[in-house]
């Protein structure tokens, strides 16, 4: 009887400008099931459609210019991304919001007032406290439960352990609460969003040194 081969462990890089669109389509099937995203958009068949071109958004006008975007994959694949904001470049400024306000509306559609009037209440909740925020973390489906998510947080967080700096999140799904528990992280607040039937988030701070 032979031993099952192990695996290779994830490989993990910093993204680039031409990797936008891909991220964007991974990171659009990750959040399907999401369940802020599946309250702020309703329509099955346009979710996934609609996350891509928001997260393709994001990506290239606040996410890869500022650095710390990053990605993991086995085998040359991308299967896994981390968008973190550097201390201090959180805040999207007044001109990028303007700049951004049409893309918006061709994105989300009549979900747009909805959508920034949930998101600007996660915001008030901010740290002001200079920390690495993970603005997202997802995993393409198929190649969820495999390390990649882990591989990910751990590159940062050695990081912030290194320069004594703190992390901060929001958790979208209970779930995945215990999951950030295990790198340290700790739930500050749940945080009821405005809205009939919208779903909580969970902030959650790390500070440097907590261990990953």
């Known amino acids: 009887m032979t031993d099952k081969p192990q695996p290779s462990p994830p490989a993990v890089r910093e993204a680039a400008a031409p990797d936008a669109a891909e991220i964007a389509a991974l990171l659009g099937r990750a959040f399907d099931d999401d369940p802020v995203w599946r309250w702020l958009l309703p329509d099955d068949a346009s979710r996934v459609r609609r996350l891509t071109g928001l997260f393709e958004l994001m990506l290239r006008q606040v996410h890869l210019p500022h650095g710390g975007t990053e990605l993991a994959g086995r085998d040359g694949r991308t299967e896994a991304a981390a968008l973190w904001d550097p201390p201090g470049q959180w805040r999207v400024p007044l001109r990028m919001q303007v700049a951004q306000a049409v893309p918006l509306l061709r994105v989300l559609g009549a979900r747009t007032p909805t959508s920034l009037r949930t998101l600007g209440a996660i915001e008030k909740h901010h740290p002001r406290e200079p920390h690495w925020y993970l603005a997202v973390l997802g995993t393409d489906p198929p190649a969820q439960g495999n390390g990649l998510g882990g591989a990910l947080l751990r590159s940062r967080l050695d990081h912030c352990d290194a320069e004594g700096v ?12 215990p999951y950030y528990e295990r790198f340290g992280f700790a739930v500050t607040r749940e945080l009821g969003l405005p809205g009939r039937g919208a779903p909580p988030v969970w902030l959650m701070w790390r500070a440097p040194g907590r261990g990953s």
């Open 166 to 177: 703190p992390a901060y999140l929001e958790s979208s799904k209970e779930d995945n609460v």
